[in-house]
């Protein structure tokens, strides 16, 4: 039970909650600045989706699972994968970016760098292991010329 508890969406909201109740509670009236962050935050959210559906659709076209605690059937290099090792993770880094930035959340931008650090090391590091023990030499030669965030 714990394990289907500890997954990247629910960090993600927990992140996210935590920025709207200081958005809503503990502003001390800080903001961004204007329209622009309302722009920029929605720009934000609106790449993190695109980025998470690009995953999704190329994970499930090559048939291969989305569910970070589980070994993938086949190492995907193509699609947006080719471009980023980590689009799910680096979408949900932008969604917690731009609403941050939509809810004038200043003192929350520190979320950002915190949950990336939780992700890599709850998620992404083991994931990899995982992928390099399955895939080897496949996995070492896609590690070399694919950045793991961008």
Known sequence: MIKWIDIPPVWLLLCLGVAWAQANHASYGL?????WSDLVGGLLVGGGVLLMALAVHEMRRQKTTVIPHKTPARLVQSGIFS??????????????????????????????????????????????????????????RYAGKVRRWV
């Open 31 to 35: 903001d961004f600045g204007g329209a």
């Open 83 to 140: 471009r980023t090792r980590n689009p799910i993770y680096l979408g949900d880094a932008l969604i917690l970016a731009g609403m941050i930035l939509r809810w004038d959340a200043v003192l929350a931008l520190p979320l950002v760098p915190i949950f990336v650090w939780v992700i890599e090391r709850r998620f992404v590091i083991p994931e990899e292991d995982r992928m390099r023990r399955t895939f080897r030499a496949d996995f070492a």
